[in-house]
């Protein structure tokens, strides 16, 4: 076993307290950040010592702790211990009042400063939430970290998530929007869309703000779902025309997500395949393939299909397809198709289409008598602005962004303001 493992195992074994446990097994994984960087991780499997045995369904054993760390910076990801119950005997303890100590806990493990870059965001039933902050702005796309104890104080879960970015990477400023100065925007932003109720099994006409990003400076928005994705698009806008068909069937390929992650590579950083952009050849030769697989699987919408972007991700490269012509459900018609990154071919494609099928059974959304007009002067002081640093991936930098959106809505066919999280 290489020094460097043995050094990760004694490490975590200490950090935990797993005297009383056994390494089971561990594995490698890679990932690449927003910032197009390779992160490489060990995930650990450890047993109790009274567990000598899988249990019968395969899953493990009450108790075990299943530990990820960064095996470079040597921080720890996560340390989930299954089931909520821990054998750790002298594991990770937290004095009372738990929240200062597990600030004090995180700040230590992490080497983050509570209020600058992390900040208290819910409490509830022994577990903590925290967000990403920078200097208490939050923070888009958000990293999170979650903690729970037992009744004891002990720790059973712990996990963080995001980028916590350098001060390099932020572009400081005083926050100067106001929703005054984005009067404009505010009705440009409020949409008609179609709300599905799955307690009433029924479909609500309303009119609701579509969130969005504005900078600083109003020079530029950033749509909300490229944040949410969290990833480095490469937008396309192709819209798809054929003129003939291709009969002969789509075979689906069996795709897996999951990559066999050498030590070797691990420890020499090897940059993960998903860091690389998509060359001008692969686009072309994506869309060829695109095109093929769309005269086979949909051989009658011709016009129909614009393909939005590609992204990688594990060995595939992604394209995200939208219906060009959408209908006024909150819920978009797409297809994804996973497309092979060596070949160049589709080997497998996802459709909402049957998920959208459901709401054919709600009942059907009543005539709008309202005009976007009347329902913008009765929500309009309902607007919210809030400051976030955003990630432009254009910029490469963190941004200061007011993030305009609006918990409420007005029902189309009535008039009536409703909070959307009623719906």
């Known amino acids: 076993m290489n020094s460097r493992i043995e050094e990760v195992i004694e490490l975590t074994r200490s950090k935990f307290g797993l005297d009383n446990y056994y390494l089971k097994r561990y594995q490698f994984d890679r990932s690449v950040n927003i910032f197009k960087e390779t992160v490489y991780t060990m995930c650990m499997e450890w047993f109790p010592n009274h567990a000598t045995v899988q249990e019968d369904d395969d899953s493990n054993p009450q108790g075990t702790a299943i530990i990820e760390i960064d095996i470079n910076s ?14 750790a005997q002298y594991g990770v303890k937290f004095a ?11 700040e230590q ?14 409490e509830e039933d022994g577990n903590i939430y925290f967000r990403e902050c920078i200097n208490g702005v939050a923070v888009s796309p958000s990293g999170s970290i979650e903690i729970k104890l037992n009744q ?41 869309v179609e709300f ?4 009433q099994k029924k479909i ?8 969005i990003y ?38 689906r390929e069996k795709i897996t997500m999951t990559e066999e992650i050498t030590e070797e590579q691990a420890y020499s950083c090897e940059p993960s395949p998903d860091s690389f952009p998509i060359s001008k050849e692969e686009q072309e030769k994506c869309v060829l393939a695109i095109k093929d697989f769309l005269r086979q699987e949909y051989p009658n919408d011709t016009g129909n299909w614009v393909l939005k972007y590609l992204y990688r991700d594990k060995g595939y490269i992604h394209a995200v397809l939208k219906a060009n012509k959408q209908d006024d459900l909150v819920f978009e018609r797409k ?5 092979d990154a060596k070949r160049l071919q589709v080997v497998n494609y996802m459709d909402n289409k049957p998920m959208l099928e459901i709401f054919d059974q709600f009942h059907a959304p009543e005539k709008v008598t309202i005009t976007k007009n009347e329902a913008y002067e009765k929500i309009k002081e309902l607007f919210v602005l809030k400051p976030y640093y955003v990630y432009d991936f254009k910029q490469n930098l963190y941004v200061l962004c007011g993030k305009l959106d609006c918990e409420y809505g007005v029902i189309a066919s009535n008039g009536k303001i409703i909070a959307l999280d009623d719906l």
């Open 214 to 251: 504005i900078t600083n400076d109003q020079r530029l928005t950033i749509p909300f779902e490229f944040i949410v994705d969290k990833r480095s698009y490469l937008t396309i806008n192709k819209t798809f025309y054929w003129e003939s068909p291709i009969s002969e069937s789509f075979d």
């Open 96 to 106: 009372t009042p738990y929240k200062s100590s597990i600030i004090k806990w995180i």
């Open 335 to 339: 297809v994804k198709v996973f497309i």
């Open 109 to 122: 493990e992490t080497g983050l400063t509570y209020g600058k870059q992390f900040q208290l965001q819910k």
């Open 74 to 87: 040597l921080k720890f990801k996560s340390a989930i211990f299954v089931m909520g119950e821990t054998f």
């Open 204 to 211: 609500y006409p309303v009119y609701a703000v579509e969130e």
């Open 152 to 192: 004891e104080g002990k720790l059973t879960f712990f996990s963080i998530h995001g980028h916590f970015p350098s001060k390099e990477l932020i572009r400081e400023e005083e926050f100067s929007l106001s929703l005054d100065s984005l009067s404009h925007l505010k009705k440009e932003q409020l949409k008609l």
């Open 196 to 199: 599905p109720s799955y307690e």
